[in-house]
C-alpha cells in the first residue's frame, strides 16, 4: 500500500532552513570467499567504491561487512535495523551470490552448504529481510550485485523451482530497488577490478542533483553502455514521486532540496514535482509545486486544489492552524491471511517514530471480525502519520499500512490493505 508520509517527508525538507541535518546510513557487504561454492574476484574491491562512493554523497555513517557467515549476516542486519530506524536515508548493498528458488530470491552467507534447496531458509537470507532492514528509514533503497549462476542447483534434487541464473524481480512498496542485471540474467564481473555495475553506483551515487528516483535509470544506462547492451540492470522505483536528493547543488546538507534544473530536464522534473504533489494532495505539497513551476503545465490545477484544501471539508470539519490531536481509534480486522488462519500480531507506530505498544511482547492479537479499542491518544502539528504494522516470525515487522493524518477536524474511517490482510480504522481528529 503506497504510504504518503514520504512525500510530506520530502516536501517538509524541501521547505525547511539550510541548517537542518538529515542522516543517511549505509551497510555495504561483499561475500566472496565462499567455503561451499566458486570463490568471486571482485565483491571486495566493489564494496571498497560504493563505501567511498557514499561517504562523497554524505551518509554520515557507512558500515563495511565482508565475508559475512549465516549469524554473522544475521547480526549485521538486525544492527543496522536499528540504524536505519527514523533515519532520513537508509541503503544495503550487497555484492556476491545471490540465487532465485522456491519463488524468492535468497542471498548466500559464505558458508552456506545447500544440500538441498530444503536448507534455503537455514543457510542463506531472504531478500525480503534485507528489505525489512531498512524499513525504519524514510527513503529506502537496496542496491544488490548477485545476480550471478547458481552454484548450488545441478546438485539439488529433481522438480526442485530453482533458476540456474539470475535473480528474480521483485516489486517493493516504498523501496528503491536495483539489480545488476535483468530477472534470469547474470550480471558481467567486467575485466578490471570492479564490476560494471559497481562503477556505475561509484559514479552515480555522489551525483549533484540527481533525484533519488532517477538514480536507478542512470546507473542502468551507464552499465547497459558499459557492456554493450548485453547487461541491463533491473529497477523497481516504487517511492515518492517528489524529487529526493542525496547531493543537492545548493543545500549539500539536505536530502531533499529545490534543484537548479537545467532547461532541458524542466519536463521530467516537473512531472516527478508533480506526482508527489497529487500523492501527498496537501496544502503544502501544492504549494511546493507553484513554487517552483509557477507557470508550469499543472498550475491551475495546483490553485484549484489548494482553493479545495483550504475550503470546509464534506463532513464539517475545517481545516485549523495549531495543535492537533487524534483519539477514539478502533481497528476492526476484515481479512486476515496469516499461515494457517494464525491471528496478526499489530502495533501502531505515531508521527513515523513512537510505538504503541511500547514493547514485542504486548503487540495486540487480532483475529478476523475481532476489534481494538486502542487506548492511547496522539497529538500532532499539521500533517503526520499513523503506522499499523505486524510483528513477524523472525524477529522483524511489517508495514500493513499508513494513515495520512492532515490537520482537519472530524471523524474518520480508512480502510488498510497490506501483507494480503484488510483492516478497517475509525478514528477522530480534534483541535487543541
Known sequence: MTRFFLPFLALFLLLAPASAEARKVALVIGNASYAHASALTNPANDIRIVADAAKKAGFDEVVVASDLTNQAFQTSMRDFRAKADGADVAMVYFAGHGIEAQGKNWLLPTDAKLESDLDLPYEAIQ?????????????????LDACRNNPFGSKWR??????????????????????????????????????????????????????????????????LAATGGNQRPFVSASITGTPVYLVPRTVPTLVAATPTVPTGDRTASEEIF????????????????????????????????????????????AVRRGKYRVSDIVIECIKVTGFLGLPDQLFLRFGGSQRFPESKKDSYTMKKGQRWVVPRSFDFDGNSTVQLLEDDDVGGNDILGTIDLEPRVGNFTRTINGDRSEYRVTYKVSAE
Open 274 to 317: 508533480w506526482k508527489g504533489a497529487l500523492a501527498e494532495s496537501s496544502v503544502r505539497a501544492f504549494s511546493a509545486y507553484l513554487s517552483e513551476f509557477p507557470s508550469g503545465r499543472y498550475a491551475g490545477d495546483a490553485s484549484d486544489a489548494i482553493a479545495r484544501l483550504l475550503a470546509p471539508s464534506a463532513d464539517g470539519g
Open 127 to 143: 531478500l525480503d529481510r534485507l528489505v525489512e532492514a531498512v524499513s525504519g528509514a524514510q527513503i529506502r533503497m537496496v542496491v
Open 158 to 223: 529433481s522438480g526442485t523451482r530453482a533458476v540456474a541464473r539470475g535473480m528474480a524481480g521483485v516489486e517493493a512498496d516504498d523501496v528503491l530497488v536495483i539489480f545488476a542485471a535483468a530477472p534470469g540474467q547474470t550480471a558481467s564481473d567486467g575485466t578490471g577490478a570492479n564490476s560494471p555495475f559497481a562503477l556505475a553506483i561509484a559514479r552515480r551515487l555522489p551525483e549533484a542533483d540527481l533525484p533519488v528516483q532517477l538514480l536507478g535509470g542512470a546507473i542502468r544506462d551507464d552499465v
